[in-house]
């Protein structure tokens, strides 16, 4: 019997996440193919590999075994393909965030990886979430509780948003209109909380959340940052105190067998610790200047 990757691959998806529909996401597949994928699998296995529910699928002992299986392939594809991404021995740990939280980790680097680490770290930045249980990344920097049971968590802090504006009132700040986000960044909570209050008052947008905060800088408008990005960029002011539905945790999460790696553990371990450093400006707690 000889089962492909690519057919296992499929399997994970569908057995961690519950269900075909929810698997569209991820394989980029639609709901009617994966689902002759699967049944065409337990055909191959020759038992079936989930029990079919209204509320979605769940593994069979079958399943399961294959499940626990399947993720030793993967890991060891992992590694495959880590090997192939250059000779050297280091192990590379890839580090999801958002653009600010990507930046911040950027700035603080020594704290995070050294030359003598013997290993190499890797930034993944996005707006969107990185998918840790298929290895995409090592470590992602998160604003929720993971809930998949194959990830593994430690909540690290809060986060709070505030209104900035450029020190010099001209332009659009002078007027008290906004800068907004489109694209990728306009998903993103805080983006979603200027549109539904202060819409009617965008009048320039940028496509990334750092074209935005130059468009303020430079006295385009107003717009909402991180407090760690606006409170530690002189170019700019705090307008008001942080807004209470814009507070969030920040959690770091690792796939739950990597979590104890060496590697994965030392880097996690430093980030935690930069973030625990930096709580206050994390928090807002600087004083509105």
């Keep these: 019997m000889d089962i492909g990757w690519d057919d296992l691959r499929l399997f994970l998806d569908v ?14 597949l639609s709901a009617a193919t994966l689902g002759r994928r699967v049944t065409a699998l337990e055909k191959q296995i020759g038992e079936p590999l989930f029990v079919r ?47 600010w939280t990507s930046a911040f980790v950027s700035a603080h680097i020594g704290e995070i990886w050294t030359v003598d680490d013997g290993i190499r770290v890797e930034l993944v930045t996005t707006t969107e979430r990185v998918d840790i249980g298929r290895r995409a990344a090592d470590i992602g920097i998160r604003s929720e509780r993971p809930t998949e049971q194959w990830l593994a968590g430690r909540q690290s802090g809060k986060v709070a948003h ?10 659009g700040i002078a007027a008290g209109l906004f800068v907004g986000v489109t694209g990728e960044g306009a998903n993103v909570a805080s983006a979603r ?35 760690f990005v ?5 170019r700019l ?53």
């Design 15 to 28: 057995a961690r996440l519950g269900g075909l529909s929810a698997a569209t996401g991820t394989t980029r």
């Design 53 to 99: 529910q209204q509320t979605g699928y769940r593994l069979t002992p079958v399943g399961e075994e294959l499940l626990r299986r399947a993720e030793d392939v993967e890991a060891a594809m992992q590694s495959l393909t880590r090997w192939r991404e250059g000779n050297l021995p280091d192990r590379i740990v890839r580090v999801s965030a958002g653009p």
């Design 162 to 171: 505030a209104i900035y504006s450029g020190r010099h009132l001209i332009n």
């Design 193 to 227: 909380w200027l549109q539904a209050h202060h819409g009617d008052r965008i009048a320039v947008r940028g496509n990334n959340t750092h074209a935005v905060r130059e468009l303020v800088a430079a006295g385009a408008g107003l717009s909402v940052f991180p407090c």
């Design 230 to 234: 606006g409170d530690s960029d002189p």
């Design 237 to 289: 002011v705090r307008v008001a105190q942080p807004i209470p539905e814009l507070k969030t945790d920040q959690w770091i999460v690792t796939h739950h067998e990597e979590r104890h790696s060496p590697p994965v553990r030392k880097v996690a371990d430093r980030i935690a610790a930069l973030v625990r450093a930096h709580q206050p400006l994390f928090r807002g707690a600087t004083p509105i200047r």
